[in-house]
């Protein structure tokens, strides 16, 4: 029977109801009515205010800063009309989390009376502190300006609490010097350098009317809900977000029950309050469904513009955490909460395209009849070959470290799966010769009441950390808790690199008199030959993968965020941000920097916890059996019965090193080495080690301990009382 404490928990967990949330509205009623969208602008602003605004957003013109006035008052109006009293520049620092500065919208006046004023220079400029938020080095303490820019791009909305309205703004994030000290500066001019480099190919190709390109974005969302009465009782969720100590429940995901099951009353009431919220503020909620892990679920969106969906992206963690608690639940979003059982990833699905030509990476039902579409696609496979590194750099984190490469996410080995069907194409390509693309054929159930319909002409490989899925690459190892800004900069950033080289090739061959489709196929020719190795189609997680991976093709296997950061400071790195104009030098180094501590950060809390727990709570609770037991043997003993004290001495053997490895682990946090290389080797090569021998003092333990005594709440618990 679980401990007083745990008993009660449990006990209250069983009486809860689902929380009741606001009536059915129609999605009509629902939809952006929290948003200042270009149609509230429109009846709110002149018409050629608002056709200025239009321009800027729609194709990328340079913002005419005379406007702001009236997008201010108009922005004003409406939010106050809601009940807004304060607003909001929201940025995004490089923590992943959001940040916010409100301010009211108050102006006292001399007779006593207070008025409502913004104006267009506060909405297009801000100033919070520079130095408080990482940086890198870019900013000392003592130089603290910084600034929050209008982001025009990315609408704004209103934010409800019980007590009131906020309007936030979408801003960037730079210093007084100019440096971006965020996620969204980065990713606009990533966006910026693709949209020049796919306006070049696609001129040369013999485009004439050319829309801006823009990347888009459609992150699958997963996540762990647990009840928040839980939480108290597990002092590493509390402050890690992950179970540092666990032993693995009877039942896991080994029937595969969970995974697209009946989702919970419970559940599915916490996930239509979370869908409300997010069709307010205009997010494209699309599916939800249990995942493949006890109390892991997801959500996704439909694809938007990778400015708004990284924004959008940030919001629903926002939203999935503050609703959770609404309904009596917190929600994980650590890669790996439960040891043994699946992580949590957000699968950033990744396309480029516009309004004149469509999406760039649709095949079409034929694509080798498709330039187009194999430039565009060779472009892609020769920057992830390239820089695959640097993409494994971009979702390293402590957290995700537990995650890839586990036998439930992609390896830690970048690689490109591109299915049967366009395999065999490029395939085609490097033996110099394009005829034919195969077709998925019809599927027929063998049932006359059932449908037919075509199937597609490839397969799915969940194993592939970049997929291709139809009509978009889906970067399959990104981390549940990370922001997409990240994959998504360096996304486009390898892109316009390749698009640019591309775009050389072929200049240089159509100068000499070659039509575009020789010269096209020559380029894809050498696109192949030269990072076709990038190409894999099998098995991912198998060991034969991994050993031809890094032996026979040259791809790098950086398992660790140790291993993986230092790829930022690489020369070719350095040359690929600053000649696409996304990140200086300095730049780039910043994020080096702050990542490799917030890495060391995270695994040295991790590491305080787990002696403070091991010491503090098991230990004690070890001692206590020990004296049950003893006492026990004893009466035993009196009463003439054969005594076995093998129980007695399993857990006075796994006491004893519980009390020996924590001593160690406590030392080793006591003194790290000098330097952020050394000191991130260190975690990944002395901590981390520690904590595991230290957690597998404390889950043997809690096989054996008196469940009446155990203090920290079981997986069984946690994952199946809900």
């Known amino acids: 029977m679980p401990s007083p404490q745990r008993f009660a928990v449990a006990q209250q967990i069983q009486q809860r109801q689902p929380v009741a949330t606001a009536p059915v509205q129609s999605l009509e009623e629902l939809w952006c009515s929290d948003v200042f969208t270009l149609a509230k602008m429109k009846a709110a602003m002149p018409k050629e205010i608002f056709k200025s605004v239009q321009r800027t957003i729609k194709d990328g013109s340079k913002l005419d800063v005379s406007v702001a006035n009236v997008v201010a008052q108009a922005m004003k109006e409406w939010a106050t009309a809601r009940g807004a009293l304060y607003y909001s520049h929201v940025f995004y620092p490089l923590t992943n989390s959001t940040a916010e500065k409100h301010d009211g919208f108050i102006s006292p006046q001399g007779d006593g009376s207070a008025i409502t004023e913004f104006t267009g220079k506060l909405l297009v400029q801000g100033e919070p502190d520079g130095s408080s938020f990482p940086n890198g080095g870019i900013r000392s303490t003592f130089e603290a300006r910084g600034y929050t820019a209008w982001d025009i791009t990315s609408p704004a909305y209103l934010m409800e609490t019980p007590n009131g309205v906020t309007l936030c703004i979408p801003t960037v994030f730079v210093s007084w010097t100019g440096e971006a000290l965020d996620k969204k500066t980065p990713l606009l001019r990533s966006n910026a350098a693709v949209n020049a480099e796919a306006q070049r190919l696609l001129g040369l190709l013999g485009e004439t009317d050319i829309a801006q390109v823009n990347s888009s974005c459609g992150a699958e969302q997963e996540y762990f809900l647990i009840d928040n009465a839980y939480l108290p009782l597990r002092p590493d969720l509390l402050l890690a977000g992950r179970t540092l100590f666990g032993k693995s429940s009877a039942k896991g995901q080994q029937f595969d029950d969970h995974y697209f099951g009946a989702i919970p009353e419970r559940v599915q009431v916490f996930m239509q309050d979370v869908e409300r919220q997010l069709y307010k503020l205009g997010i494209p909620a699309k599916t939800r469904h249990n995942e493949v892990a006890p109390s892991q679920f997801e959500i996704a969106p439909y694809f938007e513009a990778a400015n708004v969906a990284t924004d959008h992206q940030q919001l629903t963690m926002t939203v999935l955490r503050n609703t959770a608690k609404k309904h009596g639940m917190v929600c994980l979003l650590h890669e790996k909460p439960f040891a043994g059982i699946n992580g949590s990833g957000k699968h950033v699905n990744w396309s480029i395209g516009n309004a004149t030509q469509g999406n760039l990476l649709d095949p079409g039902n034929t694509p080798h009849e498709n330039l187009q579409f194999l430039l565009f696609c060779g472009a892609v496979i020769r920057g992830v070959h390239l820089y695959?590194?640097?993409?494994?750099?971009?979702?390293?984190?402590?957290?995700?470290?537990?995650?890839?490469?586990?036998?439930?996410?992609?390896?830690?080995?970048?690689?490109?799966?591109?299915?049967?069907?366009?395999?065999?194409?490029?395939?085609?390509?490097?033996?110099?010769?394009?005829?034919?693309?195969?077709?998925?054929?019809?599927?027929?159930?063998?049932?006359?009441?059932?449908?037919?319909?075509?199937?597609?002409?490839?397969?799915?490989?969940?194993?592939?950390?970049?997929?291709?899925?139809?009509?978009?690459?889906?970067?399959?190892?990104?981390?549940?808790?990370?922001?997409?800004?990240?994959?998504?900069?360096?996304?486009?950033?390898?892109?316009?690199?390749?698009?640019?080289?591309?775009?050389?090739?072929?200049?240089?061959?159509?100068?000499?008199?070659?039509?575009?489709?020789?010269?096209?196929?020559?380029?894809?020719?050498?696109?192949?030959?030269?990072?076709?190795?990038?190409?894999?189609?099998?098995?991912?997680?198998?060991?034969?993968?991994?050993?031809?991976?890094?032996?026979?093709?040259?791809l790098e296997n950086l398992r660790t965020t140790a291993d993986a950061l230092p790829v930022l400071q690489r020369a070719s790195t350095r040359e690929l941000f600053e000649h696409t104009g996304v990140l200086t030098p300095v730049e780039l180094e910043s994020r080096f920097e702050v990542y490799a501590e917030q890495y060391i950060l995270a695994i040295e809390v991790e590491a305080k916890l787990a002696v403070q727990i091991a010491r503090s709570q098991i230990y004690p609770a070890a001692m206590r059996y020990l004296g049950e037991l003893a006492g026990s043997l004893q009466l035993q003993?009196?009463?003439?019965?054969?005594?076995?004290?093998?129980?007695?001495?399993?857990?006075?053997?796994?006491?004893?090193?519980?009390?020996?490895?924590?001593?160690?682990?406590?030392?080793?946090?006591?003194?790290?080495?000098?330097?952020?290389?050394?000191?991130?080797?260190?975690?990944?090569?002395?901590?981390?080690?520690?904590?595991?021998?230290?957690?597998?003092?404390?889950?043997?333990?809690?096989?054996?301990?008196?469940?009446?005594?155990?203090?920290?709440?079981?997986?069984?618990?946690?994952?199946?009382?809900?």
């Open 388 to 554: 695959g590194p640097l993409l494994r750099a971009v979702i390293a984190t402590a957290s995700n470290d537990h995650r890839l490469g586990a036998n439930e996410a992609p390896p830690a080995i970048i690689s490109v799966y591109l299915g049967s069907q366009l395999e065999d194409v490029f395939n085609q390509i490097r033996e110099g010769r394009l005829s034919s693309s195969s077709i998925g054929g019809m599927m027929d159930f063998g049932v006359a009441t059932l449908p037919e319909f075509p199937k597609d002409a490839g397969d799915r490989n969940r194993t592939s950390p970049f997929a291709f899925t139809g009509n978009r690459f889906e970067f399959r190892a990104v981390g549940s808790g990370q922001s997409v800004a990240g994959p998504l900069v360096s996304l486009n950033t390898i892109l316009a690199d390749s698009l640019a080289w591309v775009s050389d090739q072929l200049e240089a061959k159509l100068s000499s008199g070659t039509s575009v489709e020789e010269a096209s196929l020559v380029v894809l020719k050498e696109v192949m030959e030269k990072h076709g190795n990038v190409v894999f189609g099998g098995d991912g997680y198998s060991d034969a993968w991994h050993r031809m991976a890094v032996e026979e093709r040259g």
């Open 637 to 722: 003993t009196a009463m003439g019965l054969q005594v076995s004290p093998e129980t007695q001495n399993a857990v006075a053997s796994l006491s004893q090193t519980l009390m020996e490895v924590s001593g160690s682990l406590q030392t080793a946090i006591d003194q790290p080495p000098h330097g952020t290389e050394a000191h991130m080797r260190h975690c990944a090569e002395t901590l981390l080690p520690l904590m595991s021998d230290l957690r597998t003092a404390v889950d043997g333990l809690e096989a054996l301990v008196d469940d009446n005594l155990w203090p920290l709440p079981s997986y069984q618990e946690m994952l199946f009382l809900r």
